[in-house]
C-alpha cells in the first residue's frame, strides 16, 4: 500500500501547473489525507492549501478561518 500513495502523490505532483508550488513531502501528506477519505486538510501552508484541491480536499487556512 505505501507504494501505491507514493505513486498517486508522484502522478499528481507531475500533473500540477507550474504555478503550483508543492514539496514532496507535502504531496505524500495530502495523497495520504486523501487516501484516508478526509475531505479536508486545515493548514497554514499557502502551497499545501492551493495544491489540496488537486488531490480532492479542501483546503482550510487555520489562522484566517479561526478570526472569521
Do not use: E, Q, W
Amino acid at each position: 500500500m505505501p507504494s501505491r500513495l507514493i505513486n498517486d502523490a508522484c502522478a499528481t505532483l507531475t500533473r500540477l501547473p507550474p504555478t503550483v508550488f508543492l514539496r514532496a513531502a507535502d504531496a505524500l501528506h495530502l495523497a495520504c489525507a486523501a487516501d484516508a477519505g478526509l475531505k479536508a486538510i486545515y493548514s497554514h501552508d499557502r502551497h499545501l492549501l492551493a495544491a489540496a484541491p488537486r488531490f480532492g480536499l479542501k483546503g482550510i487556512d487555520i489562522i484566517s478561518s479561526a478570526s472569521s
